[in-house]
């Protein structure tokens, strides 16, 4: 038998199992129960926020009711609810099709149901052919357009749509259904890696999965963050904080070497200054909003580890620091010397305050006497 992948086997299958989208979810239940269910609706929203899964579970709500046609919804193979992939069906002949046919009724349920992912992708004149059907639709059929640039759906379309935007899903909330599948297939994860793939997946349930695929995958009975690093090249956790608590307190050689252990491990320049960004903004965001705020996803552990380390920062000296990074990262894509680069910038993160000082000098504003924390007067 083949394998299914989790982001599949995980799908949610009814408007109570929906995470991150619940809002929608309760509206569009609503809407039918108070059978105040429109002819068509537009979902919007970036990749894997469950855009198609929701066009799934209100198709299988109006048309359901049997094991058979449930499953047969859920799984793109209903005769009355079908799936159209506008990226790969986008020309007119196609639009045409689809409207000459939804003048026959339903075979079995009580609506024609057409969902069109990536509606974006359709023609000018596959988009005229649709909305000819849409002004005047029959009543037993209804539209779900799902897209991820809605900018390119045009304004005749969205007009006679009911439009849905989906969020991108908060790490906490990911971390949450990661920890729920990993139970569910028997095996045990480290929180600190659950929190990892969170972050990684960009707001985005079917990235996290399909990452949480690929560590299960090297065939460990528990996931480690360690683990995630290894499969996916990421930079050592520890090492980055070995990096920035030199930096904390201007130990320019603790630094450099810290940068150079990292880079023999194989970490691109890129990579490292990527890391260090993420984890100075982490820092920037507890310095300023405390150790509970949900701004940052971190594990009970590492979070307390964490916000000791920002107690040594201010959100200024964070936010000067990110921007140090992010100009030189810039500058590292066009520059013959990227490592050069990367070695100046790891002196002026670890001098950043003397390098503040002369620059007060200059302009005649002399601070108090430095404390040895990287944090600005």
Not at 99 to 110: E, W
Request: hydrophobic letters at 45%; charged letters at 25%; glycine letters at 4%.
């Amino acid at each position: 038998m083949s394998y299914t992948v989790l982001a599949r086997r995980y799908r949610s299958q009814d408007f109570d199992a929906v995470v991150g989208q619940e809002p929608i979810a309760r509206t569009l239940k609503n809407a039918i129960a108070e059978n105040r269910v429109a002819h068509a609706y537009l979902f919007t929203g970036t990749r894997g926020v469950g855009k198609t899964s929701m066009a799934r579970i209100f198709a299988k709500a109006l048309n359901g009711g049997t094991p058979e046609i449930d499953r047969a919804i859920m799984t793109g193979q209903d005769t009355d609810v079908i799936e159209i992939d506008a990226a790969s069906n986008r020309s007119v002949e196609e639009a045409r099709e689809l409207i000459a046919n939804s003048i026959y009724r339903p075979m079995r349920g009580k609506y024609k149901i057409y969902i069109i992912d990536e509606v974006h992708m359709l023609t000018r004149e596959a988009f005229n052919a649709l909305l000819k059907t849409m002004e005047e639709p029959p009543e037993h059929v209804k539209f779900i357009l799902c897209t991820t640039e809605t900018q390119k759906v045009p304004a005749t379309i969205q007009s006679r749509c009911q439009r849905f935007d989906f969020r991108t899903i908060s790490p906490a909330l990911i971390a949450k259904h990661l920890d729920q599948v990993v139970r569910t297939e028997g095996l045990k994860a480290d929180a600190d890696l659950l929190h990892a793939v969170a972050r990684l997946a960009n707001g985005s349930m079917r990235d996290a999965l399909s990452l949480l695929d690929r560590v299960i995958a090297a065939g460990k009975k528990t996931l480690t963050v360690e683990l995630l690093e290894e499969l996916l090249g990421l930079p050592d956790r520890q090492l980055i904080s070995t990096l920035i608590d030199a930096i904390a307190q201007a130990d320019l050689p603790a630094a450099i070497r810290a940068a150079q252990t990292l880079l023999e491990r194989g970490i691109s320049p890129d990579q490292l200054i990527e890391s260090l960004v993420e984890r100075f903004r982490d820092l920037m965001i507890l310095a300023a909003c405390g150790s509970d705020t949900d701004l940052v996803a971190l594990a009970e552990e590492a979070r307390a580890e964490e916000a000791a380390r920002a107690a040594r920062f201010d959100p200024p000296a964070c936010a000067h620091l990110i921007a140090l990074a992010e100009g030189v990262q810039r500058a590292m894509r066009t520059s013959a010397s990227p490592r050069a680069l990367l070695d100046a910038l790891i002196v002026r993160l670890a001098l950043a305050e003397k390098f503040a000082d002369i620059a007060a000098i200059v302009t005649g504003n002399l601070p108090p006497a430095p404390e040895k924390s990287v944090k600005k007067s």
